[in-house]
């Protein structure tokens, strides 16, 4: 069964870029109906999609945050990341990656998520 | 966007209650609609699907209902397990959205 691990820096000064990776363990990430996904979840407060990517490396934006994100995939390396620049304060939540799929609607699996703080 | 709207944002319960949240979009959404159960530290799980089918290994306890705009989600019996936040999402359009939350949390 696939399984889903968040790995980058818990600190980022602000204006500078937030970097997560996601390892896919427990089967390929070069799933067609799968698209790689980012959520996260500011200190108290919802959860918020932010995009993710098709191992072909087509990939799909929350409005809300398109002009600072990128995602890229690494098929060889069953990895696939997340870079959002330009941080501030309001970056500061757990960040969760998961896999969506398009076919349903839902995400499943996730990680266990990675709590990314921005200070100076 | 759609907004989804959840309903307690918390709610304090003893194991054995009977617990419903409720989840609102801002337009119809059909029933793509999705539940997930969130504990801190712990992967989220995805509980319920197309608003009323129980995902694999989900006790039957919980369950799903709705259509359009509203929604619930019930755990019939609580269990010491099922303290945790929960969140419902729209899958009708893009961006995805989530409610806001519903933390459930032992009286």
């Known amino acids: 069964q696939l399984q889903l691990q968040e790995s980058g820096p818990g600190l980022v000064k602000p204006s500078q870029t937030l970097s997560l990776t996601c390892t896919v363990s427990?089967?390929?990430?070069?799933?067609?109906?799968?698209?790689w996904g980012w959520i996260r979840q500011p200190p108290g407060k919802g959860l918020e999609w932010i995009g993710g990517?098709?191992?072909?490396?087509?990939?799909i934006y929350n409005p809300s945050l398109m002009s600072r994100v990128a995602f890229s995939v690494d098929t060889s390396r069953n990895q696939f990341s997340l870079n959002l620049n330009s941080v501030t304060a309001a970056d500061t939540a757990i960040y969760y990656c998961?896999?969506?799929?398009?076919?349903?609607?839902?995400?499943?699996?996730w990680g266990q998520g990675t709590l990314v703080t921005v200070s100076s | 966007d759609i907004q989804m709207t959840q309903s307690p944002s918390s709610v304090c319960a003893s194991v054995g209650d009977r617990v419903t949240i409720t989840c609102r979009a801002s337009q119809g959404i059909s029933t793509v609609l999705v539940w997930y159960q969130v504990k801190s530290g712990r992967a989220p799980k995805l509980l319920i699907s197309a608003a009323s089918t129980l995902h694999t290994g989900v006790p039957s306890r919980f369950s799903g209902s709705g259509s359009g705009t509203d929604f619930t989600l019930t755990i019939s019996s609580l269990q010491p397990e099922d303290f945790a936040t929960y969140y419902c999402q729209q899958a009708y359009s893009f961006p995805v959205t989530f409610g806001q939350g519903t933390r459930l949390e032992i009286k």
């Open positions: 998961a896999g969506y799929i398009t076919s349903s609607g839902w995400f499943d699996p």
């Open positions: 427990g089967g390929s990430i070069s799933i067609s109906d799968y698209y």
């Open positions: 990517i098709h191992y072909t490396g087509r990939s």
